[in-house]
């Protein structure tokens, strides 16, 4: 895009202040390390976020032009467009924008299969065709305004994902995109909770067709075809359902009924644009999300081994210079394929890319890339082929360091990322880091303008990870994070975390450890305050933050309301060190039957706290509120909150708008058929009244699955139907019943926990009589941790 900041005045109907200066990309977040020349920042007040806050910043890092939703004092030199909706005003300029394409658009849209399409189209789109797509999965209101934006304009095709989550939306994301044709992928469950009936969803999804010249959809959908015939019946429509499969396909990634029908999508449009029929033996998996992995020698993987395009590049290394958190970063890069731009101007752009994010190592993979060597100013190697880099990869290409590995689906990345992970167990604990964002946005929406939050990280993050999560809720603006012991926060601020971390069972062993890696103490006797006080005062420090907790009825931990003229009198005599926080606990704030006791201890930490902070002479944040209690008691938020099990994705009863983060995954590696009589397990604990099939998981207690788990107390999904085990777990592995599960076969995927009802960590805390929180922290750390992040 090019423009002038009074076109784009103009096109929203915004006021210009101060210079008229040109804009070329946009740019949303402050965090991002990689705008290039003449950016346009955009600033927006959103539910938990406002963005106005940055504009100083952006104004030091040399941004000049800016979309605001108010007048802002900015030095000579600088311009900007006032509107009453940032978010408007982009959409605007992204629906004019559309008007100067002249290729042909793509829209795609429905409930399931949206990215995995639209890749695969791409990766059957002729050489020689120049195309765009929007990166990953930029579907939505902001997402989509910004993949129009991205279109250089000499594109044959765009190819723009959709996606809404309530009614109303695709009204406004049709006005963006206007597309020529719609492929619509699936109309199902996801995102129903907005709507009334899939039909309710189904109309809003064919509002994107509304000037369509060209429709595909898949006839084993009636509800879909039906509506599409009545609403759209004199247009060219195409059922997919009619595009024939070869007769063998690939094994892996078109096995499943949706990937066939993904796969008929791709002929039909393939047909619809005149290309010859797709190459299915070139279909690549789709990487929906970036992961994130622990690697040898002490680096972390970035993995995005199946997508590499200028875009997703520039959004990659983003999100590398924030994980990498001062730590030395290594792209590891393949050629970049059908760009359309010639290769002194493409390289030029990926090296100026690879120069802010501060990448101090770049290996190249691929003829394009080797030539265009003289580019890249830090150190450098390159190679031919993926063979020869793996043959050549050092120890110092990642001891260490953060590593995005960015690969073309012809570039087989995803063996360079097996080479470098650390840990090789089959099972994986799969995180979600855009889910708990999402859950961290909605306990954020329920507190009062002003009040702070505390998330918990201890015992890992609760099974899910440390440095990862911890990493992400930095990036979020999150005050304080929660560790449990000091090791735990040691770990945080060797591997970069710089904001407060507090300890809530600080002993005295650790404290010099503590005020050596500034971590802030839980204090809670006069005996932890002294010993505290002596560690800082060996150092010389005062006024060092610690945080005072009080015993308002749970009696674990905590100074009683008779000590508090005592403890203003001590911290008056000690000057090492300064209160920041004082705090409690609400023991059951998530039971209703006990809301009065609550609603007591809440009264009593307030008349507690109150007259400690008001002995100090200094002011002090105050907070008891849990998760449970910001969604029952909003009169415990006073200064801040805490955040522990909601952020994970559950409430203090089950809640449909929180979303589960980890799913246990695993995979089959032996099949035995056996016939009825037979015994299973130690103690032949498993007895078969029938001729079985049984299939063995490596998935045993000491990895976390509860012995009380075996015979048939629980089971597990394959192919999205339930197998209960059989006889008792053992340490390393298990055995579950397959019987009555067509054709499985050896490796393939097992579910042990996840998302979907009925095999969820709340089920499974059911059958334990326990609680979620024992489930999650009981995966083992042998199991490999995967973080996935749009």
């Given at each position: 895009?090019?423009?002038?900041?009074?076109?784009?005045?103009?096109?929203?109907?915004?006021?210009?202040?101060?210079?008229?200066?040109?804009?070329?990309?946009?740019?949303?977040?402050?965090?991002?390390?990689?705008?290039?020349?003449?950016?346009?920042?955009?600033?927006?007040?959103?539910?938990?976020?406002?963005?106005?806050?940055?504009?100083?910043?952006?104004?030091?890092?040399?941004?000049?032009?800016f979309l605001a939703e108010r007048k802002t004092q900015l030095p000579a030199g600088c311009g900007c467009v006032v509107v009453p909706s940032a978010i408007a005003a982009l959409q605007q300029l992204a629906a004019h924008h559309r008007t100067r394409f002249k290729g042909r658009v793509v829209g795609i849209t429905g409930s399931n299969g949206k990215t995995v399409v639209k890749e695969w189209i791409a990766q059957q789109i002729p050489a020689g065709v120049k195309y765009f797509r929007s990166p990953k999965s930029y579907n939505s209101q902001l997402g989509?305004?910004?993949?129009?934006?991205?279109?250089?304009?000499?594109?044959?095709?765009?190819?723009?994902?959709?996606?809404?989550?309530?009614?109303?939306?695709?009204?406004?994301?049709?006005?963006?995109?206007?597309?020529?044709?719609?492929?619509?992928?699936?109309?199902?469950?996801?995102?129903?909770?907005?709507?009334?009936?899939?039909?309710?969803?189904?109309?809003?999804?064919?509002?994107?067709?509304?000037?369509?010249?060209?429709?595909?959809?898949?006839?084993?959908?009636?509800?879909?075809?039906?509506?599409?015939?009545?609403?759209?019946?004199?247009?060219?429509?195409?059922?997919?359902?009619?595009?024939?499969?070869?007769?063998?396909?690939?094994?892996?990634?078109?096995?499943?009924?949706?990937?066939?029908?993904?796969?008929?999508?791709?002929?039909?449009?393939?047909?619809?644009?005149?290309?010859?029929?797709?190459?299915?033996?070139?279909?690549?998996?789709?990487?929906?999300?970036?992961?994130?992995?622990?690697?040898?020698?002490?680096?972390?993987?970035?993995?995005?081994?199946?997508?590499?395009?200028?875009?997703?590049?520039?959004?990659?290394?983003?999100?590398?210079?924030?994980?990498?958190?001062?730590?030395?970063?290594?792209?590891?890069?393949?050629?970049?394929?059908?760009?359309?731009?010639?290769?002194?101007?493409?390289?030029?752009?990926?090296?100026?890319?690879?120069?802010?994010?501060?990448?101090?190592?770049?290996?190249?993979?691929?003829?394009?890339?080797?030539?265009?060597?003289?580019?890249?100013?830090?150190?450098?190697?390159?190679?031919?082929?993926?063979?020869?880099?793996?043959?050549?990869?050092?120890?110092?290409?990642?001891?260490?360091?953060?590593?995005?590995?960015?690969?073309?689906?012809?570039?087989?990345?995803?063996?360079?990322?097996?080479?470098?992970?650390?840990?090789?167990?089959?099972?994986?604990?799969?995180?979600?880091?855009?889910?708990?964002?999402?859950?961290?946005?909605?306990?954020?929406?329920?507190?009062?303008?002003?009040?702070?939050?505390?998330?918990?990280?201890?015992?890992?993050?609760?099974?899910?990870?440390?440095?990862?999560?911890?990493?992400?809720?930095?990036?979020?603006?999150?005050?304080?994070?929660?560790?449990?012991?000091?090791?735990?926060?040691?770990?945080?601020?060797?591997?970069?975390?710089?904001?407060?971390?507090?300890?809530?069972?600080?002993?005295?062993?650790?404290?010099?450890?503590?005020?050596?890696?500034?971590?802030?103490?839980?204090?809670?006797?006069?005996?932890?305050?002294?010993?505290?006080?002596?560690?800082?005062?060996?150092?010389?420090?005062?006024?060092?933050?610690?945080?005072?907790?009080?015993?308002?009825?749970?009696?674990?931990?905590?100074?009683?309301?008779?000590?508090?003229?005592?403890?203003?009198?001590?911290?008056?005599?000690?000057?090492?060190?300064?209160?920041?926080?004082?705090?409690?606990?609400?023991?059951?704030?998530?039971?209703?039957?006990?809301?009065?006791?609550?609603?007591?201890?809440?009264?009593?930490?307030?008349?507690?706290?109150?007259?400690?902070?008001?002995?100090?002479?200094?002011?002090?944040?105050?907070?008891?509120?849990?998760?449970?209690?910001?969604?029952?008691?909003?009169?415990?938020?006073?200064?801040?909150?805490?955040?522990?099990?909601?952020?994970?994705?559950?409430?203090?009863?089950?809640?449909?708008?929180?979303?589960?983060?980890?799913?246990?995954?695993?995979?089959?590696?032996?099949?035995?058929?056996?016939?009825?009589?037979?015994?299973?397990?130690?103690?032949?604990?498993?007895?078969?009244?029938?001729?079985?099939?049984?299939?063995?998981?490596?998935?045993?207690?000491?990895?976390?699955?509860?012995?009380?788990?075996?015979?048939?107390?629980?089971?597990?999904?394959?192919?999205?139907?339930?197998?209960?085990?059989?006889?008792?777990?053992?340490?390393?592995?298990?055995?579950?019943?397959?019987?009555?599960?067509?054709?499985?076969?050896?490796?393939?995927?097992?579910?042990?926990?996840?998302?979907?009802?009925?095999?969820?960590?709340?089920?499974?805390?059911?059958?334990?009589?326990?609680?979620?929180?024992?489930?999650?922290?009981?995966?083992?750390?042998?199991?490999?941790?995967?973080?996935?992040?749009?």
């Amino acid at each position: 895009m090019k423009y002038m900041l009074s076109e784009i005045a103009r096109i929203c109907g915004g006021e210009l202040i101060g210079e008229d200066l040109p804009v070329a990309r946009v740019l949303t977040d402050s965090r991002n390390c990689s705008f290039g020349e003449e950016p346009l920042f955009v600033a927006m007040k959103g539910t938990n976020h406002d963005s106005h806050a940055f504009i100083g910043e952006m104004v030091r890092r040399d941004v000049k032009a800016f979309l605001a939703e108010r007048k802002t004092q900015l030095p000579a030199g600088c311009g900007c467009v006032v509107v009453p909706s940032a978010i408007a005003a982009l959409q605007q300029l992204a629906a004019h924008h559309r008007t100067r394409f002249k290729g042909r658009v793509v829209g795609i849209t429905g409930s399931n299969g949206k990215t995995v399409v639209k890749e695969w189209i791409a990766q059957q789109i002729p050489a020689g065709v120049k195309y765009f797509r929007s990166p990953k999965s930029y579907n939505s209101q902001l997402g989509v305004a910004l993949s129009l934006l991205m279109i250089e304009g000499d594109e044959e095709l765009a190819l723009i994902e959709a996606g809404i989550s309530c009614p109303g939306e695709m009204v406004r994301l049709e006005r963006m995109i206007r597309p020529d044709t719609v492929i619509f992928t699936s109309i199902g469950e996801a995102h129903q909770e907005n709507f009334t009936s899939l039909e309710e969803k189904s109309a809003e999804k064919l509002v994107l067709a509304k000037g369509a010249r060209t429709i595909i959809y898949h006839g084993g959908s009636s509800l879909l075809e039906r509506m599409i015939r009545t609403l759209y019946g004199g247009r060219q429509l195409q059922d997919a359902a009619e595009y024939p499969l070869p007769e063998q396909l690939p094994a892996g990634v078109l096995e499943s009924g949706a990937g066939r029908v993904d796969a008929q999508l791709v002929g039909a449009f393939c047909r619809v644009m005149g290309f010859p029929d797709p190459d299915f033996g070139r279909i690549r998996p789709v990487a929906m999300r970036l992961e994130l992995k622990e690697g040898i020698n002490g680096s972390l993987l970035i993995d995005d081994a199946y997508n590499s395009d200028i875009n997703s590049l520039s959004i990659a290394l983003d999100y590398l210079h924030n994980m990498a958190a001062g730590r030395p970063m290594t792209l590891i890069l393949s050629d970049i394929e059908q760009s359309g731009v010639e290769d002194g101007v493409l390289y030029g752009e990926v090296a100026r890319l690879v120069a802010a994010a501060g990448v101090s190592r770049l290996i190249g993979v691929g003829d394009r890339i080797r030539n265009a060597g003289a580019n890249f100013a830090c150190d450098s190697a390159f190679y031919r082929t993926t063979d020869e880099l793996l043959r050549n990869l050092r120890r110092d290409d990642v001891a260490g360091r953060v590593v995005l590995i960015k690969g073309s689906r012809d570039s087989h990345f995803e063996r360079v990322s097996h080479a470098l992970e650390r840990k090789s167990h089959t099972t994986v604990l799969e995180v979600d880091l855009d889910a708990m964002i999402h859950n961290l946005n909605y306990f954020r929406a329920r507190l009062r303008p002003g009040v702070r939050l505390v998330a918990m990280v201890k015992a890992a993050s609760y099974g899910a990870g440390d440095f990862e999560v911890a990493q992400m809720l930095q990036h979020q603006g999150v005050n304080y994070l929660a560790v449990a012991f000091a090791d735990e926060g040691v770990l945080l601020r060797e591997r970069g975390i710089r904001m407060p971390i507090v300890v809530l069972n600080a002993d005295e062993g650790s404290f010099d450890l503590m005020v050596a890696h500034r971590l802030e103490p839980e204090i809670y006797n006069f005996r932890s305050l002294a010993f505290f006080s002596k560690a800082v005062e060996r150092v010389g420090e005062e006024s060092y933050p610690i945080h005072i907790k009080l015993d308002t009825g749970m009696h674990r931990l905590g100074f009683m309301e008779g000590e508090l003229d005592m403890l203003t009198e001590t911290l008056g005599e000690t000057p090492s060190v300064k209160v920041a926080t004082i705090f409690s606990h609400l023991n059951c704030s998530d039971m209703p039957q006990e809301d009065r006791y609550t609603r007591e201890q809440i009264a009593r930490f307030d008349r507690m706290s109150g007259r400690l902070a008001a002995a100090l002479p200094y002011p002090v944040l105050r907070h008891t509120a849990n998760s449970a209690a910001i969604e029952r008691f909003p009169e415990a938020q006073f200064d801040m909150c805490r955040l522990g099990l909601g952020l994970y994705g559950f409430g203090f009863e089950h809640n449909d708008e929180l979303k589960p983060v980890s799913t246990l995954k695993s995979r089959i590696v032996q099949l035995k058929h056996l016939s009825a009589g037979e015994a299973v397990g130690y103690g032949r604990a498993g007895k078969l009244t029938r001729d079985s099939v049984t299939a063995t998981v490596p998935m045993g207690y000491a990895d976390g699955l509860d012995r009380h788990l075996g015979c048939g107390r629980w089971s597990m999904l394959v192919a999205g139907r339930p197998a209960p085990i059989v006889g008792r777990v053992c340490m390393d592995s298990c055995m579950i019943d397959v019987t009555d599960i067509p054709g499985v076969e050896e490796g393939d995927e097992v579910v042990i926990f996840s998302a979907v009802p009925g095999n969820t960590p709340e089920d499974m805390a059911r059958v334990l009589d326990t609680i979620p929180y024992e489930v999650m922290t009981s995966v083992s750390g042998r199991v490999k941790r995967i973080y996935s992040k749009e």
